[in-house]
């Protein structure tokens, strides 16, 4: 018995120590929040399950978010993880959650139960947000440095020129290839005056330098190119593209942008000028708060307003209407994808509606950028071209500021003086100020107009209990409409009827005048007695109209229902009609029973009066001393006054601006940024949180917290992005403009996508000169004309374009640059080229646009006739880069040569070759005109046929013809004439490819 009890007691013991490990197991320690559990939603949870998405109706961002719970109950239930759906999704074979990616573990799903089970701790105001990737995760992110130049054979160091060199032959080494031959004098005088100017070089130019004997003869020449007006004009076009400039607002309307030209002027200017890059971007980002009183800082902030502008949407839609936040989104969407695709190369505007997919941008990034322009718009604004009659104009307006300042502070001193009576005749007076102007009168009730004085209107004043009323009393209108003036619309048959129900079924008339014409009583009220009878509806019925023009209506200043001591009841009722003019203040329904009419312009409102009496209530509440002050101080207001007037005009340019005249419903903030919120899904209607100004926080070392003092202050918001854009520290900037200068030289980006340095974008063929290239442009004056001479100045720039067997074999794209890349000339090149060989070209800088159409304007929206535009009758054929660019309508011709569509942003053109370009190289009027052009020049200098041919030929294409090519020429003149010819020489592959 005792060796039962015993083996009992034994095996209890071994259950009791089984229970305790079991429990031990099931009630571990409090897992640790930020450490075990935050992981866990970071990895599996937070992407989809966060307060922008919500997928399920659930966020897991907040404890406050988790606790509402999803779509179909409880997800989260601190200390009872059975009740705690969130464990329901994630367990079991088939897990439910998460839809992407691998099931949580035994391990994870264990740390979430007894993390519910110990009260699902967590910290007040902590929110989860996406693991993000971190520097290292992606090249372009990584600190910019500069590499040692690579090693090479002697043999191999005779080959370099520049830096760029010792790079491409290092990486040529590890492929077995190594630079073609240098390109013959003719074809590099050609590709370099195109690439450095957009036109070629005359025949004598190619001749003096293929002549010339000078070592430095091809320095010297890019020298000379860099320092030429000609410079910025091409390489502007290039810049244009990129943030896709236009001369018009595009959208449905697509009017008119008469003064964006001054910002593509600046950047001209800046370019031959060759100020510092970052002088460059902070000009355009925020020049006119860095430096005020400079000629070009205003106009380069056309640059974040550059793109299109939704007419309709701004100017048309009403403040309070959920299309006018839908409007501001995306076009503040536009400028951030603007100035941060172009400057970094970084495609934010994926992360609208998402976190980015790719990269480490998230919905709170974005929209920290757009709050940095949410004070701003785009509009108009003025300028002064001259430096120093802007500092005067801004020391004249400090000065006006100064003394409005002490006149408005002791006027409202004196002001205070006057309490009550003073409040009150001032609104008399600007009551009947408005009266005289006709500004805010509410002339009263207007029905509909008719053509017969015979059809019949009422109107009716519904009240919600009875009333009893002594008289009835109607205010007749006065409005100086065809002169009538008083009594305008008094019917001149009417009745008046009381009721007790809305039907007027069993109406009682008070006042019947149906049977004869009722005399106009003017500004005279009408009374009808009715001895305290009660009602409970009203009704007047006109009859007969009264005369308006050629037509007929009934109108009434006022109905007052007056009981015992005249106190008026008609407020209280409701005011109906058989129809209504509704054109508030002057005529609304309402007007009828608010207690303002409107009866003249001299009753009850003398305006001398009401002025006098203020200007004596004034006067006795200021002291002599006061007086003189207010009389000095508006002489020096009136002083400044005349001195800014005759200031020279202010100029226009179409900027980023915080003021200017309100248009509709466009109004400017004044520079007070307005609210931006991150949106759910990118949707206005479901506004997550107010954002503040911010940049994302992806580089090491360089926060995205601006930092600003005055979060309120518009221009410091744009200040601070801009310094953050430029920071030595930020390699996205140096890297992105230098990556853009190779593309426009070589016709391929060191790496081919030049807007997206993101996982979605290409890797660098040569990472290595990429980045010793952009640091020593950062750090030696980030001079763009010294990068130019480092590229066309080197071996590789230089090369034949000539292939061979080898290379194609192992590069077949070139990627490598074993020889120079063969390229087609973009549209604008080609036109200016083709405007100088015919003698055509205008070399006026600057200035408006040329318009290459007919401009029709309709009502809704211009029409540009490209059709109707004469090339032969033009008075100006300027450059390319000084055309009036149309977004929704191109211009056919430039359109069929790939030029840049400006309602998108460019950052490298597509090149084509199309039956359709032949087509336009020879029958478009334009070609047609310039070949006659052309001819006319080739001719005039000689009559023989053969020599004419020969000279256009040398012109168009840089050399002399071959027999064969003389032969054929000469006989097409012969046939179809010498502007044919011209017309054949300027359609041919070498005049539009770029060896």
């Given at each position: 018995m005792?060796?039962?009890?015993?083996?009992?007691?034994?095996?209890?013991?071994?259950?009791?120590?089984?229970?305790?490990?079991?429990?031990?197991?099931?009630?571990?320690?409090?897992p640790?929040?930020?450490?075990?559990?935050?992981?866990?939603?970071?990895?599996?949870?937070?992407?989809?399950?966060?307060?922008?998405?919500?997928?399920?109706?659930?966020?897991?961002?907040?404890?406050?978010?988790?606790?509402?719970?999803?779509?179909?109950g409880k997800?989260?239930?601190?200390?009872?993880?059975?009740?705690?759906?969130l464990?329901?999704?994630?367990?079991?074979?088939?897990?439910?959650?998460?839809?992407?990616?691998e099931?949580?573990?035994?391990?994870?799903?264990?740390?979430?139960?007894?993390w519910?089970?110990?009260?699902?701790?967590?910290?007040?105001?902590?929110?989860?947000?996406?693991?993000?990737l971190?520097?290292t995760?992606?090249?372009?992110?990584?600190?910019l440095?500069?590499?040692?130049?690579?090693?090479?054979?002697?043999?191999?160091?005779?080959?370099?020129?520049?830096?760029?060199?010792?790079?491409?032959?290092?990486?040529?080494?590890?492929?077995?290839l190594t630079?073609?031959?240098?390109?013959d004098?003719?074809?590099?005088?050609r590709?370099?005056?195109?690439?450095?100017?957009?036109?070629?070089?005359?025949?004598?130019?190619?001749?003096?330098?293929?002549?010339?004997?000078?070592?430095?003869?091809?320095?010297?020449?890019?020298?000379?190119?860099?320092?030429?007006?000609?410079?910025?004009?091409?390489?502007?076009?290039?810049?244009?593209?990129?943030?896709?400039?236009?001369?018009?607002?595009?959208?449905?309307?697509?009017?008119?942008?008469?003064?964006?030209?001054?910002?593509?002027?600046?950047?001209?200017?800046?370019?031959?000028?060759?100020?510092?890059?970052?002088?460059?971007?902070?000009?355009?980002?925020?020049?006119?708060?860095?430096?005020?009183?400079?000629?070009h800082t205003?106009?380069?902030?056309?640059f974040?307003?550059?793109?299109?502008?939704?007419?309709?949407?701004?100017?048309?839609?009403n403040?309070?209407?959920?299309?006018?936040?839908?409007?501001?989104?995306?076009?503040?969407?536009?400028?951030?994808?603007?100035?941060m695709?172009s400057?970094?190369?970084?495609?934010?505007?994926?992360?609208?509606?998402?976190?980015?997919?790719?990269?480490?941008?998230?919905?709170?990034?974005?929209?920290?950028l757009?709050?940095?322009?949410?004070?701003?718009?785009?509009a108009?604004?003025?300028?002064?071209?001259?430096?120093?009659?802007?500092?005067?104009?801004?020391?004249?307006?400090?000065?006006?500021?100064?003394?409005q300042?002490?006149?408005?502070?002791?006027?409202h001193?004196?002001r205070?003086?006057?309490?009550?009576?003073?409040t009150?005749?001032?609104?008399e007076?600007?009551?009947?100020?408005?009266?005289?102007?006709?500004?805010?009168?509410?002339?009263?009730?207007?029905?509909q107009?008719?053509?017969?004085?015979?059809?019949?209107?009422?109107?009716?004043?519904?009240?919600?209990?009875?009333?009893?009323?002594n008289?009835?009393?109607?205010?007749?209108?006065?409005?100086?409409?065809?002169?009538?003036?008083?009594?305008f619309?008094f019917p001149?048959?009417?009745?008046?009827?009381?009721?007790?129900?809305?039907?007027?079924?069993?109406?009682?008339?008070i006042?019947?005048?149906?049977?004869?014409?009722?005399?106009?009583?003017?500004?005279?009220?009408?009374?009808?007695?009715?001895?305290?009878?009660?009602?409970?509806?009203?009704?007047?019925?006109?009859?007969?109209?009264?005369?308006?023009?050629?037509?007929?209506i009934?109108?009434?200043?006022?109905?007052?229902?007056?009981?015992?001591?005249?106190?008026?009841?008609?407020?209280?009722?409701?005011?109906?009609?058989?129809?209504?003019?509704?054109?508030?203040?002057?005529?609304?329904?309402?007007?009828?029973?608010?207690?303002?009419?409107?009866?003249?312009?001299?009753?009850n409102?003398?305006?001398?009066?009401?002025?006098?009496?203020?200007?004596?209530?004034?006067?006795s509440?200021?002291?002599?001393?006061?007086?003189?002050?207010?009389?000095?101080?508006?002489?020096?207001?009136?002083?400044?006054?005349?001195?800014?007037?005759?200031?020279?005009?202010?100029?226009?340019?179409?900027?980023?601006?915080?003021?200017?005249?309100r248009?509709?419903?466009?109004?400017?903030?004044?520079?007070?940024?307005?609210?931006?919120?991150?949106?759910?899904?990118?949707?206005?209607?479901?506004?997550?949180?107010?954002?503040?100004?911010a940049?994302?926080?992806?580089?090491?070392?360089l926060?995205?917290?601006?930092?600003?003092?005055?979060?309120?202050?518009?221009?410091?918001?744009?200040?601070?992005?801009a310094?953050?854009?430029?920071?030595?520290?930020?390699?996205?900037?140096?890297?992105?403009?230098?990556?853009?200068?190779?593309?426009?030289?070589?016709?391929?980006?060191?790496?081919?996508?030049?807007?997206?340095?993101?996982?979605?974008?290409?890797?660098?063929?040569?990472?290595?000169?990429?980045?010793?290239l952009?640091?020593?442009?950062?750090?030696?004056?980030?001079?763009?004309?010294?990068?130019?001479?480092?590229?066309?100045?080197s071996?590789?720039?230089?090369?034949?374009?000539?292939?061979?067997?080898?290379?194609?074999?192992?590069?077949?794209?070139n990627?490598?640059?074993?020889?120079?890349?063969?390229?087609?000339?973009?549209?604008?090149?080609?036109?200016?080229?083709?405007?100088?060989?015919?003698?055509?070209?205008?070399?006026?800088?600057?200035?408006?646009g040329?318009r290459?159409?007919?401009?029709?304007?309709?009502?809704?929206?211009p029409?540009?006739?490209?059709?109707?535009?004469?090339?032969?009758?033009?008075?100006?054929?300027?450059?390319?880069?000084?055309?009036?660019?149309?977004?929704?309508?191109?211009?056919?011709f430039?359109?069929?040569?790939?030029?840049?569509?400006?309602?998108?942003?460019?950052?490298?053109?597509?090149?084509?070759?199309?039956?359709?370009?032949?087509?336009?190289?020879?029958?478009?009027?334009?070609?047609?005109s310039?070949?006659?052009?052309?001819?006319?020049?080739v001719?005039?200098?000689?009559?023989d046929?053969?020599?004419?041919?020969?000279?256009?030929?040398e012109t168009?294409?840089?050399?002399?013809p071959?027999?064969?090519?003389?032969?054929?020429?000469?006989?097409?003149?012969?046939?179809?004439?010498?502007?044919?010819?011209?017309?054949?020489?300027?359609?041919?592959?070498?005049?539009?490819?770029?060896?």
């Open positions: 005792w060796f039962v009890i015993q083996r009992i007691q034994i095996h209890t013991l071994l259950l009791l120590i089984c229970l305790a490990g079991i429990t031990a197991q099931t009630d571990a320690a409090e640790d929040f930020k450490k075990q559990v935050v992981p866990i939603f970071q990895q599996h949870c937070i992407r989809c399950h966060n307060d922008s998405t919500k997928d399920g109706g659930l966020s897991l961002e907040t404890k406050q978010a988790a606790l509402q719970g999803g779509e179909n997800i989260l239930t601190p200390g009872v993880a059975a009740e705690s759906m464990l329901d999704y994630v367990v079991g074979p088939e897990p439910e959650m998460p839809k992407k990616g099931p949580l573990t035994k391990a994870e799903i264990d740390t979430l139960r007894n519910i089970k110990a009260g699902a701790v967590w910290p007040p105001d902590y929110r989860i947000r996406e693991a993000q971190t520097d995760d992606w090249w372009s992110f990584q600190p440095s500069q590499p040692p130049l690579p090693k090479l054979t002697d043999k191999e160091q005779k080959q370099v020129r520049t830096p760029v060199d010792a790079f491409l032959l290092a990486r040529l080494r590890e492929k077995g630079f073609s031959p240098q390109a004098r003719r074809t590099l005088i590709r370099v005056y195109y690439d450095l100017t957009g036109l070629p070089p005359t025949s004598a130019e190619i001749e003096a330098f293929v002549k010339d004997p000078d070592p430095r003869a091809y320095e010297k020449l890019v020298d000379r190119l860099l320092a030429s007006p000609r410079y910025g004009e091409r390489w502007a076009r290039h810049w244009l593209d990129v943030v896709h400039y236009a001369d018009t607002h595009g959208y449905d309307k697509d009017k008119l942008r008469e003064n964006a030209w001054p910002y593509r002027d600046y950047v001209i200017r800046a370019l031959n000028k060759d100020i510092p890059y970052s002088k460059f971007i902070l000009d355009q980002l925020a020049g006119d708060v860095v430096d005020p009183h400079s000629p205003v106009p380069a902030t056309g974040i307003v550059a793109g299109p502008f939704d007419w309709v949407g701004q100017i048309e839609i403040e309070n209407l959920i299309e006018k936040k839908i409007t501001r989104n995306l076009d503040r969407d536009d400028m951030v994808a603007t100035v695709n400057t970094v190369s970084l495609t934010v505007q994926c992360a609208r509606c998402h976190n980015h997919k790719f990269d480490p941008i998230s919905q709170a990034d974005y929209y920290g757009q709050a940095v322009f949410a004070g701003i718009d785009r108009e604004r003025t300028y002064d071209p001259d430096p120093a009659t802007a500092r005067k104009r801004q020391t004249l307006l400090a000065a006006q500021a100064r003394v300042k002490l006149h408005q502070d002791l006027d001193q004196i205070k003086r006057g309490g009550e009576k003073l009150q005749l001032e609104a007076l600007k009551q009947a100020r408005n009266a005289k102007e006709g500004q805010g009168v509410e002339y009263g009730y207007h029905s107009i008719e053509k017969s004085d015979q059809t019949a209107k009422w109107v009716q004043l519904n009240f919600k209990q009875p009333v009893t009323a008289k009835i009393r109607l205010m007749p209108a006065f409005d100086n409409y065809n002169n009538i003036g008083a009594g619309g001149r048959r009417f009745k008046l009827e009381i009721s007790d129900t809305s039907d007027f079924k069993s109406a009682t008339t006042a019947d005048h149906t049977q004869a014409d009722y005399p106009n009583p003017g500004t005279r009220p009408v009374e009808v007695a009715l001895e305290g009878q009660s009602f409970q509806y009203l009704r007047m019925t006109a009859t007969k109209l009264a005369p308006r023009s050629n037509d007929f009934f109108a009434l200043g006022e109905i007052q229902v007056l009981a015992p001591e005249d106190r008026n009841q008609a407020g209280q009722a409701q005011v109906t009609s058989l129809d209504s003019i509704e054109a508030p203040p002057r005529w609304a329904r309402k007007n009828l029973i608010d207690g303002n009419f409107y009866q003249s312009p001299d009753s409102q003398d305006l001398a009066r009401l002025q006098q009496k203020r200007d004596d209530l004034l006067a509440l200021s002291s002599e001393e006061e007086k003189q002050s207010l009389r000095d101080w508006s002489a020096r207001i009136k002083r400044v006054q005349s001195e800014l007037g005759k200031l020279p005009a202010q100029k226009k340019v179409f900027a980023a601006a915080t003021e200017f005249p248009r509709g419903n466009f109004r400017p903030t004044e520079g007070e940024p307005r609210p931006v919120f991150l949106l759910s899904r990118g949707s206005e209607k479901a506004p997550v949180r107010e954002v503040d100004p940049a994302p926080g992806l580089i090491d070392g926060d995205g917290n601006l930092h600003l003092q005055d979060p309120g202050d518009e221009g410091a918001r744009r200040l601070a992005l310094r953050w854009i430029v920071n030595p520290r930020n390699p996205l900037t140096w890297r992105s403009i230098v990556n853009r200068v190779w593309l426009y030289h070589f016709g391929k980006g060191i790496v081919d996508t030049p807007n997206d340095f993101g996982k979605m974008g290409t890797k660098p063929t040569h990472p290595q000169l990429l980045d010793y952009a640091s020593r442009f950062r750090d030696e004056g980030q001079s763009l004309k010294q990068l130019h001479r480092w590229i066309v100045l071996t590789a720039y230089q090369q034949s374009s000539r292939s061979n067997a080898k290379g194609a074999q192992v590069d077949g794209d990627r490598f640059l074993w020889r120079m890349n063969r390229r087609k000339l973009e549209a604008e090149a080609i036109r200016d080229a083709v405007l100088q060989i015919s003698g055509k070209l205008d070399f006026n800088m600057y200035g408006p040329d290459l159409f007919v401009l029709e304007k309709p009502q809704h929206s029409h540009y006739l490209y059709q109707k535009y004469d090339p032969a009758k033009a008075e100006t054929h300027r450059r390319s880069i000084y055309r009036f660019i149309v977004r929704s309508v191109p211009d056919p430039m359109e069929s040569l790939d030029c840049a569509d400006p309602s998108q942003i460019t950052p490298k053109r597509i090149e084509t070759l199309t039956a359709l370009q032949a087509l336009a190289l020879l029958n478009d009027q334009f070609m047609v310039m070949s006659e052009f052309f001819a006319q020049q001719s005039s200098k000689t009559s046929l053969k020599t004419q041919v020969t000279r256009a030929f168009a294409l840089g050399r002399p071959g027999k064969d090519e003389v032969k054929l020429l000469v006989e097409v003149g012969q046939q179809h004439g010498l502007a044919n010819v011209c017309r054949l020489i300027l359609n041919s592959n070498e005049f539009i490819f770029i060896d």
